[in-house]
């Protein structure tokens, strides 16, 4: 039997695709269990206000949009693979302002600008429409990975990353936010894509314990669960209920012991 609810809590999410992922129901959706699992434990309530970044360069101007529009208790953060993923590789394709197709390498110091870089199209729907497997395409793309790694390019995508990490952190403290980091989840659809998930997810966690108070970071890696059953839909970059119901398993503990936490202090000093 639920509890009453007595309190409620803003949390804010700021990720891309996956708070808001099609093909599952709402009711399956990772924050929905956790909304869900919270209110019949503690009968505290969470409001969530969801934002949403594409680029990296976009970044700044949409958290702080988040933070200064909404009193938030609790701030998830979703590091996503796909704007680190495009800065990791070593050519990259975009529109110039007129609109046209540019492909250039992608070294730091050649781009004075932000690159308004192409999104790749890549819905469920799509690659059910497109069932012919591109080898070439696959092989090039792999390629374009590995020699983003051997020119450096991949260690600058790392470094852009911990600026925003740290950005947060900064944001949050500041404004008496709470901070949870959600790391990159798995990507079984290219190895190299593995790898350089994987690569963050390790370098997010050196840094983060070399800190004197750390970040709660919950890391996402992995493509079964314990039970053996496979987390991914076909397209190998979109988690399927499964996939949800483990990160909402992996959130939830943290996101409660904040609420709690915050509640309990709430009405020792009011």
């Known amino acids: 039997m639920n509890k009453v609810i007595s309190k409620e809590f803003t949390l804010g999410i700021i990720g891309g695709c996956f708070p808001?992922?099609?093909?599952?129901?709402?009711e399956e959706l990772y924050h929905q269990l956790i909304d869900t699992w919270i209110v019949s434990k503690s009968g505290i309530k969470l409001n969530k206000v969801i934002a949403r970044y594409e680029h990296l360069y976009e970044f700044e101007?949409?958290?702080?949009?988040?933070?200064?529009?909404?009193n938030l208790d609790v701030l998830l953060l979703h590091i996503r693979p796909d704007p680190y993923l495009r800065n990791s590789k070593f050519m990259i394709q975009y529109l110039d302002d007129s609109g046209k197709l540019k492909i250039h390498t992608n070294f730091p110091f050649r781009i004075k600008e932000p690159v308004f870089e192409i999104v790749p199209v890549n819905t469920l729907q799509n690659i059910q429409q497109k069932r012919r497997k591109?080898?070439?395409r696959k092989a090039l793309r792999e390629i374009n990975y590995f020699a983003g790694i051997i020119f450096g390019i991949n260690n600058e995508a790392l470094n852009?990353?911990?600026k925003i990490i740290l950005l947060t952190r900064n944001l949050c403290e500041k404004n008496n936010i709470k901070l949870i980091l959600g790391g990159p989840p798995s990507r079984p659809r290219?190895?190299?894509e593995n790898y350089l998930c994987r690569k963050l997810d390790r370098k997010i966690k050196r840094q983060n314990a070399s800190i004197l108070s750390p970040?709660?970071?919950i890391s996402c890696i992995g493509e079964y669960s314990k039970d053996g059953e496979y987390l991914f839909f076909e397209d190998g970059v979109h988690l399927n209920p499964a996939g949800h119901k483990i990160i909402a398993e992996k959130l939830f503990k943290e996101i409660l012991g904040i609420v709690t936490e915050n509640e309990y202090a709430a009405n020792e000093y009011s």
Not at 20 to 26: H, L, N
Not at 61 to 70: A, H, K, P, S, Y
């Open 160 to 162: 852009k990353m911990m």
């Open 61 to 70: 101007n949409v958290i702080m949009t988040l933070v200064q529009n909404n």
């Open 190 to 192: 290219s190895q190299f």
């Open 134 to 136: 591109n080898y070439l």
């Open 215 to 217: 970040i709660k970071y």
């Open 20 to 26: 808001v992922q099609a093909r599952i129901g709402k």
